[in-house]
């Protein structure tokens, strides 16, 4: 095979630097060639060769295949370990393993005793599992097992950053034996969906190509529905195969293994097929370019599977599909406009995906935090952040993020975090075999929808299809349909399966405890089994029939009218987090006792005072509260006045001049301070602005025993701004910002300190005779504006250089005043004259 060629520089690299990274193109026969040619090396030393494969099923393809070359069974020198599966001996030298089970070894024994050589297969399928063992495995290398050897394989895969993390280690390639393959490009309509199109497609390249045909699919439910059309309308020897992760083990088969003698196969398959997985007789590929995953959006707190665009690497992949066994064509639903801007790479799953079997992963570890193991894309900080907080509220993190009992409970499961910690919350309560059930469904939520009935989110109808599959129907009530129907169907028995195995785990945990008695009614308690796996998704009815999640975010039923849809409280199982509310998929019904007996802890009484602006009065309320929802709220008959004062001064802060008591005298007040505070910035503050946003200090100490509006509208103002003055700033406030000026006259004349000419004074032109200089203010640095008024105290003219007035611009308006009015005393020297409040001064001056 041509992995043959380079198989000597690989021994080489892995005998002199103990790292290196393969990248070997379809059809080199990596995969399997390369660990039984591996085995015979000194450095393995009878040591065993951990295998890592990305699926289940290309993990037991694997060991099926390299057990066929030794002529052996499966579970002599090569075997496998899978979820659910294991086929393996004393004699097993090497083990395929999928990337959890790694995860679980390496946390049971980081020295992974026995094992010489770690395989890292399909590297550039960027799974969290791949990423987290390698981190872990480089760990594990770094400060235990020098001589752990790892080999990290693609057929697609940038290499230089993977050589780098493993310490510059050795890059080997090796080209594949690949047919050409001619690209077709059939694109579709906006109108046409992409089932039609690949029906379509498939009856095109049976009249026009011969041998196999594989078509990729984003998912299963596009599966079933482009098999369903296809039936009835290909030639009868034509096999059409599904192929996809949740089929049960014969179908994958068939659909892998060899068309008979005289038939051609169709198989419709899932991304599972784009790699390690060599599937027979394929000639012609069809690509709708589409792909399904899983994207964790921090914000919500929830994952959504999306179908998006395929990238450049994943096209490609498919491509080579059909030019392994002879020359063979690809056809693209997309138009070569389209090819040419794909993004080039799909994203690592650790960039989008749900991060908290990773957080409680690390913490089993014993790492603080993700830094402390090399990757090459750490996790994210928000979404890891979102998965330890989830952690802590499931208890498997302490305070302070380190891992718990419980947390070590959970971790040794295998399930996802939330899963775990729901099985091991029902174990006690007599409702274990029912949340292994459960567990099993919630794991892939759209199996068994239309054998449940209504298909309408009540999750209780599934659970009791499966329940009844296994002989365990239950008590008929809690209005949930009985769900007799026979066992049978490879989804049940697959679902019973993985059921069963959480039972024995289960009950391994808990020997030599007490039982904890007969099961308890799964119909009932359904809601209460979902709600510890997903406490934020508990949810109250609101009085418009939307939900109000635990979490804060709302929820609805997409297609009312629903059996659930008058429920009052509700824990979801399946909620989008798209648009301002999400859409209920699965939820059963919650009872609000349990709050009580179950999430005690959790509830609070949160005692508030807030403003009622109708009422002009604070108003205290005692709430009880589960998070965002509310349960009850009552009036509170004994407020604290430190909770009435915080109300009063946040409405004052927030109203400012609309609630507090301002008058023309404590508003002079007020501008006369900000007037020299313009001059010097040590003086305070005193805005609205500024009063408002330090409301606690300035009215603080003012409002005991306050608690309505009349109460604020006896604020005293003005002894407020000038207590916080001080008295030695007050005598300078009244010498710099005084409230009057006295005039020649005598009279005492208001100062104003608001407007475009502040300060300013109004006074009768004849008061002011005998003045010869602006008076000035504000440490002799600002002039006062005056505003100089006729006997009928209309305006005559404004001038801040008085002097200058006297000596031009008076004898003008003289002679216009004299005119209007004669009676009253106009000198023709206003700087030796006298001035009066009266139409002429005192002695008769002329």
Known sequence: MPIDVVLPELKNALESRGTAVLLAEPGAGKTTRTSLELLQEPWLARQQILLLEPRRLAARAAAFYMAKQL???????????????????????????????????????????????????????????????????LQSRQLLREDLRVLVMSATLDAEPVSALLGDAPVVRSRGRMYPVETVFVPRSREETPEAAVVRTVQRALAEQDGG???????????????????????????????????????????????????????????????????????????????????????????????????????DQRRGRAGRTAPGVCYRLWSEAEDRVLPESTPPEMLEADLTPLALELAAWGAAAPDELAWLDPPP???????????????????????????????????????????????????????????????????????????????????????????EPGPREGGAPAGDEPAG??????????????????????????????????RRYCGLLVSFAYPDRIAMRRADGRYLLRSGRGAVFARPPQTLAAEPFLAIADVDDEGAEGRIRLAAPFEESWLADYYADDLQVERSAEWDDAAGAVRARVRHRFGAIVLK??????????????????????????????NSKNRQLQARILFLRRLDESWPDVSDEALAAEAEDWFGPYLSGFRKKSDLKTLPLSAILENRLGWQRTQELNKEAPTHLVVP???????????????????????????????????????????????ASR????????????????????????????????????????????????????
Not at 105 to 119: E, H, K, N, S
Not at 435 to 447: Q, T, V, Y
């Open 71 to 137: 002529n052996e069974p499966v579970g002599e020198t090569v075997g496998y370990r899978i979820r659910t599966e294991a086929r393996v001996s004393s004699r097993t030298r090497i083990t395929v393993v999928t990337e959890g089970i790694l995860t679980r070894m390496l946390q049971r024994d980081p020295t992974l005793d026995g094992t010489g050589l770690v395989i890292f297969d399909e590297f550039h399928e960027r799974s969290i599992h791949a990423d987290l063992g390698l981190a872990l495995v």
């Open 213 to 315: 045909l594989l078509v990729f699919l984003p998912g299963a439910r596009e599966i079933r529905r482009v098999q369903s059309t296809l039936a009835g309308r290909v030639p009868g020897n034509v096999i059409v195969a599904p192929l996809f992760g949740a089929l049960p083990q014969d179908q994958q088969q068939r659909a892998i293994e060899p068309a008979p003698d005289g038939q051609r196969k169709v198989v419709l398959a899932t991304s599972i097929a784009e790699t390690s997985l060599t599937v027979s007789g394929i000639t012609v590929v069809i690509d709708t370019g589409l792909r399904r995953t899983s994207l964790f959006s921090p914000r919500t707190g929830m994952s959504r599977l999306v179908t998006v665009r395929a990238a450049r690497d994943a096209a």
């Open 381 to 471: 900080a928000a979404p890891y952040s979102q998965a330890v907080g989830l952690l802590r509220q499931l208890g498997a993190l302490d305070g302070a993020g380190r891992i718990t009992g419980h947390g070590r409970r959970m971790a040794e499961l295998g399930l996802h975090p939330r899963l775990a910690h729901m099985l091991l919350r029902a174990q006690p309560l007599g409702l274990g075999r029912a949340a292994c059930r459960l567990a099993a469904l919630l794991e892939e939520p759209g199996l068994l929808k239309d054998r449940a009935g209504s298909g309408d989110g009540d999750l209780r109808s599934r659970l009791a299809v499966l329940m009844a599959a296994a002989g």
């Open 489 to 522: 169907g490879g989804d049940i028995e697959r679902l019973l399966t993985v059921s069963r195995q959480w039972e024995r785990s289960l009950a391994s945990f808990s020997a030599g405890t007490p039982s904890p008695g007969e099961e308890r009614d799964y």
């Open 633 to 662: 709220e009552l009036p509170d008959p004994k407020p604290s006045s430190e909770m009435i004062t915080k109300a009063l001064l946040r409405v004052v802060a927030e109203q400012g001049s609309r609630i507090l008591p301002w």
């Open 745 to 791: 006259s005598g009279s005492r004349i208001p100062v104003q300190y608001e407007g475009p000419q502040a300060p300013y004074v109004a006074v009768r032109l004849q008061e002011v005779f005998g003045l010869l200089e602006t008076p000035r203010i504000g440490f002799g640095k600002v002039p006062v504006t005056l505003h100089l008024l006729s006997p």
């Open 795 to 846: 305006p005559v003219q404004v001038t801040s250089d008085l002097r200058s007035f006297w000596e031009g611009t008076y004898f003008e308006v003289k002679k216009d005043l004299k005119g209007r009015y004669p009676k009253h005393y106009w000198p023709d020297d206003p700087f030796a004259a006298t001035a009066t409040r009266r139409v002429r001064p005192e002695g008769g001056v002329k």
